[in-house]
């Protein structure tokens, strides 16, 4: 079923919407066929949260606000799930972060990569990560690279669905690092500063909303916010939501 | 990743292998985009199980191998994920069974159908459903077809990752319906009169041994495991033990 079918009325609409945006970014070339099986493992757990965001999400989301806002050099990195399910909403948040987006694949290949900021492009988006020349240490060479002016350079990274290994070395190379993933005993999850654990087509427009909420407020208050996060908590407390749930 | 680049000596190796056949099976053109999304679906909820076959899942295998004993008219049906995932399980199943297979699909196609036949054949598997005749009543008539020879004339249905308004629509018809399904809250789990919480690939071969170990009890102590079965009770334990993994 493409986009354009779906009634607004359909009770699964959303998630509908969703497989067509993904099964579009697969026959577009920018999403891999793996990120399929990732988009089903994050329903299955989109299910436990009721498909809305939660609470502690909503928590993890200020968080994540102040610490894009604190950052003198944030950097958003789209995967080819990111690409496909919101890139209007990624545009939008570069805009108001006035920052670089930077593509990187698990899943190696500079076609796609290309393909990746063509698609992007027709949002307005100039993407960096072609022929990204810095390496981040401690990873094998193709999933390494990274440009020089975009994530190799940030202070803090925000890197909606990434994987552990991925989120452990910018970890490890002194970034703030901000994820976002559905599961909240996944690597990435416990590994990053601030993992969202929500949907990331709904969580990005609430992370803009956030953004222009605490813009106005000094850097000691957002500072604040940050600090008094505890992601093994928030962790927790998603968890916890979720055994309720099943 | 292709199936023969995988090392067996991988810690992830059944889900990789798996990841490997469905990705296969989508080149094929036998797995349909969105049955890549399902197999991601069930992947959350068999992190939730272990990854293994629990207590409860033996139970529902068991009392599937006496009902498929007791039928004087079993038959498997196959999508493309099961045709894909485990298809010499299900040539397997067939023997010992003796009984027909047919293929029907969620997401339409004759051209897919007709590959999903081709497929089983390297198998030595004669696939039914290609010009099924006849309509299950209640549903849209795409997904109603079925063949006289198979589903129409079964008493016992063995219908793996089946969904639910299909599963529903075959027991108002009157049959028994045994599906395989990794989320115990799903509406075919709980529509089924036998649901095996459990990865379709590691069940069928548990029901082949269970069917080799039945195959002698007279019908009446094969009646007695079925009767003393209840689903609903199954998917409640089911359920409890996901509930502790997560």
Request: charged share 30%; glycine share 6%.
């Amino acid at each position: 079923m493409g986009e354009k079918e779906i009634p607004q009325s359909h009770p699964r609409y959303n998630s509908l919407m969703q497989r067509a945006r993904i099964e579009k970014g697969v026959r577009l070339g920018i999403t891999h066929l793996q990120g399929l099986i990732a988009q089903g493992r994050g329903e299955a757990y989109d299910y436990l949260l009721g498909e809305r965001t939660i609470a502690s999400a909503r928590e993890a989301i200020r968080a994540a606000a102040a610490q894009l806002l604190i950052a003198s050099h944030p950097v958003l990195s789209v995967n080819g799930n990111v690409a496909a399910l919101c890139p209007e909403a990624i545009a939008e948040l570069s805009n108001e972060l006035n920052c670089a987006v930077e593509t990187n694949l698990f899943y190696s290949g500079d076609e796609r990569k290309r393909k990746i900021v063509e698609h992007m492009k027709k949002y307005g988006v100039d993407l960096l990560g072609v022929g990204a020349e810095k390496k981040i240490p401690s990873l094998d060479s193709k999933r390494a690279a990274v440009s020089e002016e975009g994530i190799w350079k940030a202070d803090v990274v925000f890197v909606p669905l990434e994987d552990g290994d991925r989120t452990e070395a910018l970890c490890a190379m002194g970034k703030k690092v901000i994820v976002v993933d559905l599961s909240p005993r996944s690597r990435s999850a416990r590994k990053a500063d601030i993992c969202i654990v929500d949907n990331v087509v709904r969580c990005v427009p609430l992370l803009i909303e956030e953004i222009h909420m605490l813009k106005n407020e000094n850097s000691e208050s957002l500072q604040k916010i940050v600090s008094s996060f505890s992601n093994k908590r928030n962790l927790r407390e998603s968890l916890n939501f979720m055994k309720k749930q099943l």
